[in-house]
């Protein structure tokens, strides 16, 4: 069970929540972060953090489906994004709320990074996750 909470006392947060609380004994998936490369290595997006963000969310999925679980299942992301610029994160941010990431809400932090592993990556996110009883192991 997932309890997503939002602190009455604390500014409301953009889409996410400020806690998500796990009972014990739950399976959780801790992932690698997700980068925007397609299934033979090729950046995805060159130039473009918002493509970028599609990819990183479409390959996030992949890997929650090869465990079991699934967006819906997300506790917690690190978003970070190569920029300074407070548009360009909020570019990023969007297509984050739009692929259903936010429909927990989860708890999330949203970094503006210098650089990140790959040649012309923009953006990576890394997530947390529950792996419902029964999915296969």
Not at 59 to 68: A, D, P
Not at 93 to 115: D, K, M
Not at 126 to 131: G, R, Y
């Given at each position: 069970m997932i309890q997503r909470v939002t602190a009455p006392a604390l500014f409301p947060p953009p889409g996410y929540s400020h806690v998500c609380v796990v009972?014990?004994?739950?399976?959780?998936?801790?992932?690698?972060?997700?980068?925007?490369?397609?299934?033979?290595?090729?950046l995805v997006g060159e130039g473009d953090p918002p493509l970028q963000a599609e990819q990183?969310?479409?390959?996030?999925?992949?890997?929650?489906?090869?465990?079991?679980?699934?967006l819906d299942h997300v506790l917690s992301t690190d978003v970070y994004v190569v920029s300074n610029e407070p548009a360009v994160l909020s570019s990023v941010?969007?297509?984050?709320?739009?692929?259903?990431?936010?429909?927990?809400?989860?708890?999330?932090?949203?970094?503006?990074?210098?650089?990140l592993g790959y040649p012309g990556q923009l953006v990576e996110i890394?997530?947390?996750?529950?792996?419902p009883e029964g999915a296969p192991s």
């Open positions: 009972e014990a004994g739950t399976k959780l998936a801790f992932l690698a972060g997700a980068v925007p490369l397609d299934g033979e290595g090729r990183v969310i479409s390959n996030l999925r992949e890997q929650l489906r090869t465990v079991g679980s699934d941010w969007e297509v984050v709320e739009a692929s259903g990431l936010s429909a927990g809400p989860h708890a999330s932090t949203l970094v503006g990074v210098a650089c890394t997530a947390t996750a529950v792996v």
